[in-house]
């Protein structure tokens, strides 16, 4: 919902289309919001707006219904959402907002009385045929009491409904001093990031990133600051998509570029340890500039090594990638610049992006570790997304690491960077050079020569069974395992890997199950396999049988396990070892 038209609140005369100023909507039959505000500005004692609540409803992706259903089908999808929400606030005021929005303005309702018609409202319109399984969000905004601006309580109630827009399982938001906050730093931030441009208030702050092996610093990422004379620091998760919104993000990003080689370049000449430095890019910097020239030129100004500078781009950038984001990156490797993925794991394209692009390091989203505490899952999903990238050749890091016990889990698994408050906070770089004793530290900073050292350590998969292994992207394990499968005492493998091939190969020509068939037919009756065969095919318990075999000179050890039964049919896996 934009929130320009009630705005332009003013009573029209009646015209041959609908406007929502006038009294009913022609295809719910329900009042406009906007026509009841003007209403009761010309009269407000026909409703106590300033003692109500207001839930601004917004259906996701209605957009959708009306390409799959027609116009004619979004439309009655919103007659059912109308009857659902005066069935459920029966004596309550429902009214059409425009587009795909329906307002309740309610007397006497409590958030939580209203939260439950939002739920029993979803699970109703879940099982509409017409609706795509569709989520309905809703935003509430409580009136204090005091007279107001209808708009600008309409507007609360549809802020609020933004909030949850991106989150499946939060149906709700009430306004709230929190969210009034942020609207009004956003508010404050549109007015004045010219001024704060020019008057150098962005600041670059440095996060240390760590080793996990030795806890030595390996490198920073910077992130951008506001200091602001009159408000203190604000944050980068407001300034940033206010910048993003208006088009200025890459302007932001060509300073704090420039300001991290001119600090590099300064560590390197007072001979302080310095490490790379990533800088934070985003997907607008890419359509909005030549990004790849903005980073020469400052790695040229500075004349910094372009290895010390590594480009981190958030996943969510490659989600619609209209622009040669991929070549760009390409570019920026083929030129000896590393470039990271940033907040993996928190989007809907992770495993895309690592298909499409190369990138030296990915850094796992914090969100996992937020659950470390709650859930085990979290656990093993980090350890997957180490296990993969290992597999795929990409250096891992994992960020907002508090606490210790998540910083021996990390390492445990593999991971080889960690960043967080657990060790550092972000600082300004004068904080850094305060606190070094002696200008050259290498007990607590990586060198060059251990860098590299680490990087060839860094590549050993520990949640592998086999970890020796060259790796050479492929999947099939070391092992020789194969899966035997039998039916009536008949026996037959129906799979078998490269390194199980091998063996059987030594049995003499032809496929597996040809030399498994002569093994049976003309193989001594006193072959321990075709005993434990038998074993095995009544077992019905998960259990692990290990027999000796020899033929001729070679000696075999085989284990081997039930795997799952189908009526005759049992299956087991079976893994040998040449003796
Ligand atoms: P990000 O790139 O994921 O950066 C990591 C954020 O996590 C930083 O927030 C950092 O201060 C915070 N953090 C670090 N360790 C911990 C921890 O242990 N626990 C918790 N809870 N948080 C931790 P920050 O500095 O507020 O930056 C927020 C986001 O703003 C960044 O997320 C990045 O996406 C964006 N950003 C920051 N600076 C820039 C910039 O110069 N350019 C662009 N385009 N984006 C930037
Ligand atoms: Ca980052
Ligand atoms: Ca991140």
């Given amino acids: 919902m934009e929130h320009s038209e009630p705005n332009k609140m003013h009573p029209v005369e009646a015209g041959p ?22 209403q009761t500005q010309k009269d407000p004692s026909i409703y106590p707006l300033e003692r109500s609540t207001i839930t601004f409803f917004n259906v996701m992706s209605f957009k959708t219904i009306n390409q799959r259903f027609s116009y004619q089908g979004g439309n009655k999808y919103l007659c059912k959402f109308r009857d659902e929400l005066q069935k459920l606030f029966e004596g309550e005021k429902v009214l059409r907002a425009g587009a795909d929005h329906l307002v309740v303005i309610s007397l006497n309702l409590s958030v939580e009385e209203i939260a439950l018609r939002i739920k029993l409202l979803n699970k109703a319109m879940s099982t509409y045929e017409g609706g795509l399984r569709n989520q309905i969000k809703a935003g509430i905004y409580i009136a204090d009491g005091t007279p107001q601006q209808p708009i600008v309580m309409m507007d609360r109630a549809s802020l609020a409904c933004r909030e949850v827009h991106g989150f499946f399982n939060r149906e709700y938001a009430v306004f709230n ?3 009034r906050n942020k609207y009004e730093q956003k508010q404050y931030v549109l007015e004045h990031f010219d001024e704060a441009f020019e008057k150098g208030y962005f600041k670059v702050y ?9 806890k030595k610093v390996c490198g920073y990422e910077a992130l ?7 408000r203190g620091m604000i944050s980068p998760l407001i300034f940033i998509e206010v910048l993003e919104k208006v088009h200025l993000i890459h302007k932001l990003d060509a300073y704090i570029i420039d300001q991290v080689c001119k600090d590099l370049r ?22 909005l500039s030549d990004i790849k020239k903005v980073v020469d030129n400052a790695v040229a100004k500075y004349n910094v090594p372009k290895e010390y500078i590594v480009l981190e781009v958030t996943e969510s950038a490659f989600a619609s990638d209209l622009s040669n984001l991929g070549e760009v990156i390409s570019a920026f490797r083929a030129d000896g610049y590393q470039v990271w993925i940033d907040d993996f794991g928190s989007g809907y394209s992770s495993f895309n992006n690592l298909q499409t692009y190369d990138f030296d390091f990915l850094k796992i989203d914090m969100n996992f570790l937020r659950n470390f505490d709650k859930t085990p899952k979290s656990k093993v999903i980090i350890a997957s997304i180490v296990d993969l990238a290992k597999k795929l050749g990409i250096h891992t890091l994992a960020e907002g690491v508090e606490t210790l016990e998540q910083y021996e889990y990390l390492k445990q698994i593999g991971c080889e960077l960690i960043q967080g408050y657990y060790f550092s ?6 904080d850094f050079h305060t606190r070094r004793t002696d200008l050259c530290d290498f007990t607590t900073n990586e060198t060059p020569k251990e860098r590299l050292y680490y990087d060839g350590i860094g590549r050993l998969n520990f949640l592998e069974n086999t970890p020796l292994r060259e790796r050479k992207l492929e999947i099939a394990s070391e092992i020789p395992i194969a899966i035997i499968e039998g039916e009536n005492r008949k026996y037959r493998f129906i799979f078998v890997n490269s390194a199980f091939k091998d063996i059987i190969n030594l049995f003499g020509a032809g496929t597996p199950n040809e030399v498994l068939e002569q093994l049976y037919k003309h193989g001594p009756s006193d072959l321990p396999s075709k005993r434990y065969a038998a074993l095995l095919y009544s077992e019905r318990h998960h259990k692990t049988i290990e027999f000796h075999e020899n ?6 050890l085989s284990r081997a396990r039930f795997l799952s039964r189908m009526d005759n049919k049992v299956a087991y896996a079976f893994v040998i070892k040449l003796l």
């Avoid at 951008?224 to 009159?230: K, S, T």
């Fill in 425 to 430: 906070k972000p600082l300004p770089i004068e």
């Fill in 206 to 214: 440095y996060q240390p990133i760590y080793r996990a092996l030795n």
């Fill in 224 to 230: 951008a600051r506001w200091i602001d004379p009159n």
């Fill in 177 to 179: 001093d929190e969210l």
């Fill in 551 to 556: 033929f001729g000179n070679v000696k075999l």
């Fill in 266 to 287: 300064n560590d390197i000449d007072s001979g302080y340890a310095y490490q790379p430095i990533s800088v934070n890019l985003s997907r607008l910097d890419f359509e």
């Fill in 17 to 38: 289309s609908a406007s929502i100023f006038e009294k009913e909507d022609p295809i719910t039959g329900l009042s406009f919001v906007a026509w009841f505000f003007s």
